[in-house]
């Protein structure tokens, strides 16, 4: 099925449920005459993306996780089609979600780190919307880093939370305990830098010896919590602009299973550290083979180096778990609420995250890596009336706005890098090609890296590190770099010809 008859199909799905759909951009689409005074244009799809922070690929039910708490997700997925290998572009908070709103890579945006914000001359997927005719809202996590709200018309996030908690802000000043602009302390770290930091007295500090804890129950109440805050303006917003006459694009973004790895009591108890498993490659990486960085990082765990112990790991493992279990109760209760609406049905539902955690794969944790826990990440996309499906075809989020400006009709002018897999919602098992997944890191910095999947095959390229080469299928656990091997130069030699053919490093002569 080509993309305009996905598009065809989609309408008449909804339609068959006595609802509208796409408006008349789908007749154009299809070469259909507009609308005119006897024909009323159809209604556009809503659109509910919801997002998670470092949430694991295959942690959930869904993906086979026996440990998983996430009967919302679960539900989710059933309803949905489930992309199991789906890649983010950058694996870091705030490079990430610019390529994913803006469908531009890092090195189009020069949004590289954590700490750098982007142009506004580089439109998002919220801008093109609102101009045909969306209202556009943002509630919960984006990591802008600056005052920019990038085109939203409707905007909550850390610095209203935070207003909300008034004094029982330094609980959560004390979780985070040093100043983390992905936790969202601060917001904007420019107003720290002239200002000071304001807990930087009173903080109360537990002991840690990296700037991360390894976890524990939060005390914090849960109804204080970020995710709590998130749902329930979610939910606010869906009960006051759900039925108005402009059809809605709504952000709602959770910061957990991210640190603080600090989940609300009730769910911290869900999970026992003495219950946990280390992963089976746990202190099994052959360090002569990886890149240095990545050996040092196994050696010293430095962000949070009780972890190089085994019964502060399952500690961890328990309460990445316990942040999950939260987050996924608060996607339940979205949910809930759209269907409460009668707003389910005509409302296009997409979940996933910004990027992954290691969680003690190779001895390695948090983010910033090219290996499956890190730059993996879960998606999935649920059409009214559409049946669900798994899809194995790898795909990036440097996608995701194209696809759903695709799937609503909506116009996406300006440069793209992306290129819409709405075709492998409408037919998940097609074997249609989509040409390799491309990621990079820490452009321009010492760990500058870039990475391409291309079937089976994962090659990274580090500027100053040594190469890396995965074989998937034969080698999903990623303990067996082949790049050094004689016997794979030639394999290594297309990857790499391949991937500076995508972009090639301005440090590589």
């Not at 018309?153 to 979780?175: D, I, K, S, T, V």
Request: proline share 7%; charged share 20%; glycine share 8%.
């Amino acid at each position: 099925m080509d993309r305009r008859k996905f598009l065809y199909g989609t309408a008449s799905a909804l339609g068959a449920l006595g609802l509208d759909a796409l408006d008349s951009a789908s007749a154009v689409a299809e070469n259909q005459p507009e609308a005119t005074e006897d024909t009323e244009p159809k209604r556009r799809p809503n659109v509910l993306l919801i997002m998670s922070d470092q949430h694991r690929r295959n942690c959930m039910g869904a993906a086979g996780d026996p440990v998983a708490h996430t009967p919302n997700l679960d539900r989710l997925a059933g309803q949905s089609v489930r992309f199991t290998n789906a890649y983010c572009t950058n694996p870091v908070c705030a490079p990430s979600r610019a390529s994913m709103l803006t469908g531009l890579y890092s090195h189009n945006l020069y949004t590289h780190a954590g700490d750098q914000p982007y142009s506004p001359r580089r439109k998002t997927v919220a801008e093109h919307f609102s101009r045909a005719g969306y209202l556009s809202a943002l509630i919960g996590k984006m990591h802008f880093v600056d005052a920019q709200v990038h085109g939203f018309q409707y905007h909550l996030e850390f610095n209203e939370w935070l207003q909300a908690l008034g004094p029982r802000g330094l609980l959560y000043a004390n979780e985070t305990y040093y100043p983390n602009s992905g936790a969202g302390l601060p917001q904007i770290p420019s107003l720290w830098k002239t200002q000071g930091d304001p807990w930087a007295d009173t903080r109360k500090f537990d002991g840690r010896l990296g700037p991360v804890a390894v976890g524990r129950a939060s005390e914090m109440a849960e109804a204080d919590h970020f995710e709590s805050f998130v749902a329930r303006e979610s939910i606010h917003f869906l009960e006051t602009y759900g039925k108005s006459d402009e059809p809605f694009f709504l952000v709602t973004s959770f910061l957990k299973p991210h640190d603080p790895f600090m989940p609300a009591v009730r769910f911290a108890n869900m999970f026992r550290e003495q219950d946990m498993s280390l992963p089976p490659s746990w202190g099994k990486a052959n360090l002569q083979d990886l890149p240095e960085q990545v050996a040092q990082d196994i050696r010293t765990s430095h962000v949070t180096p009780e972890l190089l112990h085994p019964q502060a790991a399952r500690q961890r493992i328990a309460s990445y778990y316990g942040n999950l279990a939260q987050a996924d109760e608060c996607v339940g209760q979205v949910l809930d609420a759209l269907t409460r609406l009668d707003l389910d049905r005509n409302t296009i539902v997409l979940y996933l995250s910004d990027h992954g955690e290691m969680l003690g794969d190779l001895g390695l944790w948090n983010k910033f890596q090219f290996y499956e826990g890190s730059c993996g990440v879960p998606l999935m996309v649920r059409i009214p009336g559409a049946s669900p499906a798994v899809c194995e075809t790898p795909v990036s989020l440097i996608s995701l706005a194209a696809t759903m400006a695709e799937l609503c009709s909506v116009p996406l002018p300006g440069p793209s890098d992306g290129r819409s897999f709405a075709g492998l919602v409408s037919n998940p098992t097609s074997h249609e090609e989509y040409g390799p997944v491309f990621a990079e890191f820490d452009l321009g910095r010492p760990g500058e890296k870039y990475m391409i999947r291309d079937g089976d095959l994962k090659y990274s390229f580090w500027v100053h590190d040594r190469a890396e080469l995965y074989d998937l299928k034969n080698d999903p656990q990623e303990m067996r770099n082949l790049a050094g091997r004689p016997e794979h130069q030639a394999t290594v030699k297309r990857l790499r010809e391949r991937l500076f053919s995508w972009y090639r490093p301005p440090a590589v002569t």
